[in-house]
């Protein structure tokens, strides 16, 4: 499910979906009011606990961090899936449940005091705390939650995708919002709506400033009206934003709140290119980075600043505990000539990852070889058990390798496995109907050359491009490489407007309903899922319903591992590299919790402004 990717609803515009029609579940029994809900086993903390185990309750208030983003903004408001909203906007809202850091699939009350559902999950019933408000004082109702749930199903294709099968949302009580759903034995549902963004329906349908009327559906600079521990301070529109801490915020002394918020102002600094941000980090004008780049790792911090402790280099683990992660080539299937899955196959043998891992990211990364790597839902072997029974059950529409030949990526560890490798590569793309004339491949019949186009977000992966290019142009593939800025890229990918790109996919330990939206075949036509390859597989949405009505971990575990295997038989992607470390560069100016949260790194949530360090930076500058 998405409860790990909350923390990307806080600090940028995550985009998820919804809609749906459904039959009414009785409400005959009163189901019990809970304080937080788990997708696997039981809630950690019991009712009225003081905070969570990872948070320094003593933590001091105060002092800025300052962070940086690439590319510009230019709309305030992420409902609409037009424009790009700045990084952070999420700080400013609150949500109907929260997570939490050290549990998988977790959450507890935030709006919501308490929720309820049946056995059967037919539908949930969230009961909102007294005394919650947005910032200008103005109480959060009910008729907020309806309102808000309507503008995202409306206005945002995602959230209409994801928030399919809620059939009815309606104020049901004093205080109180119930969402029915059109099927039952979905588990995951009552997490999902707990995830839904609340928004202000008085500011939305007011007047602004000048006296215009205010419309959601449409892109506006001005600072939107929110509830959580965070407003919107000093912008410069395009360049840079500023949050800062609300004094008198309704649920800085709530139990899932302390310890947490503890910055005065977290700072958002924007760069369109990637050398000057890296410079403008060394030079002290942004205190955080996440170093995705193996050669900045290796060289360029060989700086005075790192030398004299001013600059801090990390490396956690904890990001990859809590989450698989597939990312990738990603080919758009919906281009003819990347339709074939021998095209696509030929593209992976073309890949020379052992040399690129040796010379430019000094041996740090593992390939992956799974949608679900680094978790015990990746396939492996043959299936077998369950798994197998899972997959007999869609044996007529899946290749047989799934049942003959586990997945591998090929190696290329010398020169005489690479020539193997791209003689693989050609003998594919002759069965697929192409020929070398000269050094060029082109389409048998037509004559036409096979070129692709590879799209990036910037010139970080220039170099990676670069190399592919190189290793193509061997078997006559002409790979061209193309650099737009931020917004041009996110416009283009929104639009299906590419032949490759490199991207990817996080997951949970409980995956769910997401899982529609990245592979699912409705998503394939809409325009803002994240199904970038335009998966469109019965086979593939029947597993996708089977993991999402999984009545326990086993049957879920089986489900996953199935669709992972069939995922991977298709060669949807060109799989990527990572490694288990998130690795950071930080002026040394915080401080954080002896024992961080288990799945995250809680950074800048639970960390805090230190200032005898940040004193002590300045005396040795």
Known sequence: MLGQLKRFCRFGALALVAGALLPSTAFSEEPQWRHGTALIGDVKYPEGFAHFDYVNPQAPKGGRVRMSATGTFDNMNYVIRRGTPPVGIGLIYDTLTTFSQDEVSVEYGLLAESLQYPEDFGWVKFRLRDGIKWHDGTPITPEDVVWSFEQWVKHNPQYTYYYRNVSKAEVSGEREVTFTFDQTGNRELPQIIGQLTVLPKHWWTGIDAKGNPRDIASGTLEPPLGSGPYKVGTVDNGRSIAYERVDDYWGKNLNVNVGRNNFDEIRFEYYRDEVVELEAFKADQFDWRYEATAKNWVTAYKVPAVENGNIVLEKFPQDSRGRGLMVAFIPNTRREKLADVRVRKALNYA???????????????????????????????????????????????????????????????????????????????????????????????????????????????????????????????????????????????????????????????????EQRNYWGSAAASVEASQNYAGINDPAIDKLINRIILSKDREELVASTRALDRVLLSHHFVVPGWTSIYTRVAHWDRFSHPEELPTYDIGFPDVWWYDEAKAAAVEARK
């Open 351 to 513: 890949l020379n990852f052992q040399e690129m891992n040796h010379t430019i990211f000094f041996d740090l990364y593992d390939r992956i070889d799974s949608y679900f790597f680094g978790t015990d839902l990746a396939s492996r072997g043959l299936p077998e058990g369950l798994e197998l029974e899972i997959l007999e059950s869609v044996r007529s529409e899946v290749p047989e390798s799934v049942f003959t030949t586990p997945y591998t990526n090929p190696v290329s560890g010398d020169a005489r496995q690479e020539r193997n490798n791209l003689r693989t590569a050609l003998q594919l793309l002759k069965e697929a109907g192409y020929e070398q004339k000269g050094r060029q491949l082109v389409n048998a019949e037509t004559g036409e050359p096979f070129t692709l186009e590879f799209l990036m977000n910037g010139n970080r992966f220039e170099r990676v491009g670069l190399r592919y290019q190189e290793s193509l142009k061997k078997i006559g593939i002409d790979l061209q490489l193309r650099i737009v800025d931020s917004s041009q890229y996110i416009n283009r990918v929104r639009s299906r407007d590419f032949d490759l790109l490199y991207t990817g996919w996080a997951q949970s330990l409980s995956p769910g309903n």
